[in-house]
């Protein structure tokens, strides 16, 4: 199983984008779904996560402005993120926790975007 993510760029403050993370097959079960970030000389912190159910909870810092969203479908998770703001600037990670068999705990990480947002 692998995350691809996508969607990062250069944008001016204020604007948005929207990033995707794509499972590449289909998870025995999954329990939360989560974007996450890390800016130069900081540790990663948590931005935004989606459970199983669709419940959705955000960094304080974010609230407001980004929306996390899932389509099962397609097997992506979403994260739109609008009023970006130069602290907005990060390489952005998806990570799933859940479970490849009714046994074995997963927790995979995609590759990191990144988003930088000028002033």
């Known amino acids: 199983v692998q995350l691809q993510a996508s969607g990062g760029g250069l944008v001016q403050a204020g604007g948005s984008l929207k990033l995707s993370c794509a499972i590449s097959?289909?998870?025995?079960?999954?329990?939360?779904l989560g974007w996450y970030r890390q800016a130069p000389g900081k540790q990663r912190e948590t931005v935004a996560i989606?459970?199983?159910?669709?419940?959705?909870t955000y960094t304080d810092s974010v609230k407001g402005r980004f929306t996390v969203s899932r389509d099962n479908a397609k097997n992506t998770v979403y994260l739109q993120m609008n009023s970006l703001k130069s602290e907005d600037t990060a390489v952005y990670y998806c990570?799933?926790?859940?479970?490849?068999?009714?046994?074995?705990?997963?927790?995979?990480w995609g590759q990191g975007t990144l988003v930088t947002v000028s002033s």
């Open positions: 097959e289909r998870i025995f079960k999954i329990n939360t």
């Open positions: 990570k799933v926790d859940g479970y490849s068999d009714p046994w074995t705990h997963l927790e995979l």
């Open positions: 989606i459970t199983s159910g669709g419940s959705t």
